[in-house]
């Protein structure tokens, strides 16, 4: 089914960085980006790469070392089983009626995500979640040092989220400043990841068919624009085995947003089309690395699509589509790929009911 004569009157505007990647390396496999990078978009190159060794703790994107502390594969599994607890529970209890979803995005779906999920938390821990402090490492630490050295520290509670929880039954400045950080950093990226991916897919095909399925709209939002849209491996010995063209001390940048579009992997890569999502499954559909390599998936994967699925159910619903004034939306260069500002505005036809 074609995308609506409203979504192709749109223009996506990237940021000049991220339109030269496209432009000049679009359909190649393996290239050289810096003197001492190396791009990949190839699939098979991709996945011997992502195949050879795991993440290190510095090229993980979540749980990186926090404030120089490392974070051990075990509380990273323990803390996403917990996030994970959180966002079901969310999802079980009676969601609310009246929200009102229309306005900018991802602002909207982020401050929606947040109240939903993280609702009965104390604001020291609220607070984290937001969008401000993305724009510097130093904001976020001063904010985080200032709530753990507060009086009234919150006590370990059943109406706490399992996150909260975790964090109120620690002692001590230096363990409350540690923890206010892995709240963040476990609760911010589903509000962050959900909210621009549930707005690139309102950019790029809104308003929707009737027939057409939330599942398949995400799928095709992460291919087109993929919030996680590059993948780093640091220099490694493992990698001039799988390439010649790779240098001992060559760093190596993964490109899903390159792969995705691959006219070799793609019938009309370019175009919004959520319906090619019938007979194609994203776990093995070559190219497609929305959620990382097999060997080694994203940790928030399990509550990124009920998410994305809820918020474009309720936008449908309420028949809000984006804004017809704009035509525009520009894609900066950031390490979380989305459209700038997408405007929703409620339908002539929700107007008129």
């Known amino acids: 089914m074609p995308p609506s004569s409203l979504a192709r009157a749109r223009t996506t505007v990237f940021a000049p960085r991220l339109a030269a990647l496209i432009g000049d390396h679009l359909g190649q496999d393996v290239f050289r980006l810096e003197p001492d990078t190396v791009g990949v978009a190839g699939h098979e190159v991709a996945d011997r790469i992502l195949a050879a060794r795991r993440a290190t703790e510095t090229e993980r994107p979540t749980f990186k070392p926090l404030n120089g502390r490392s974070i051990t594969r075990a509380e990273a599994s323990t803390v996403t089983r ?39 938390d104390p604001y020291r821990l609220r607070m984290l979640m937001s969008r401000n402090l993305e724009l510097t490492p130093k904001l976020t630490w001063s904010v985080i040092a200032v709530g753990a050295a507060l009086p009234g520290w919150p006590r370990p509670d059943a109406r706490l989220t399992g996150l909260a929880d975790r964090a109120a039954r620690t002692r001590g400045y230096q363990e409350r400043r540690y923890v206010m950080g892995m709240y963040r950093r476990a609760a911010a990226p589903v509000c962050f ?17 009737d027939g057409v399925s939330n599942r398949n709209i995400v799928l095709e939002s992460l291919r087109l624009l993929p919030p996680s849209w590059n993948i780093l491996r640091n220099a490694s010995a493992e990698y001039p085995a799988v390439d010649g063209r790779i240098g001992e001390r060559d760093d190596v940048l993964l490109l899903p947003l390159l792969s995705h579009r691959d006219p070799a992997l793609w019938e009309d890569p370019e175009s919004f089309r959520p319906e090619r999502w019938d007979g194609l499954d994203p776990d093995s559909t070559p190219g497609y690395l929305p959620f990382g390599h097999v060997s080694e998936r994203c940790w928030g994967r399990h509550m990124v699509m009920p998410l994305a699925e809820l918020l474009l159910d309720r936008i449908r619903g309420a028949k809000l589509v984006v804004d017809p004034a704009q035509r525009v939306g520009k894609v900066p260069l950031l390490g979380l790929l989305g459209v700038e500002e997408v405007r929703l505005t409620r339908s002539r036809q929700a107007e008129r009911t």
């Not at 209890?93 to 909207?108: F, I, K, N, S």
């Not at 990841?193 to 068919?209: I, K, Q, R, Y």
């Open 193 to 209: 990841t959900v909210s621009t991916l549930v707005a690139n897919a309102l950019w790029l095909g809104s308003p929707f068919d």
């Open 82 to 120: 917990t996030i994970g607890n959180d966002v079901r529970d969310a999802l079980a209890r009676p969601l609310p009626e009246d929200v009102d979803l229309a306005g900018p995005w991802p602002l909207t779906g982020h401050l929606f995500l947040r109240d939903l999920i993280l609702g009965r």
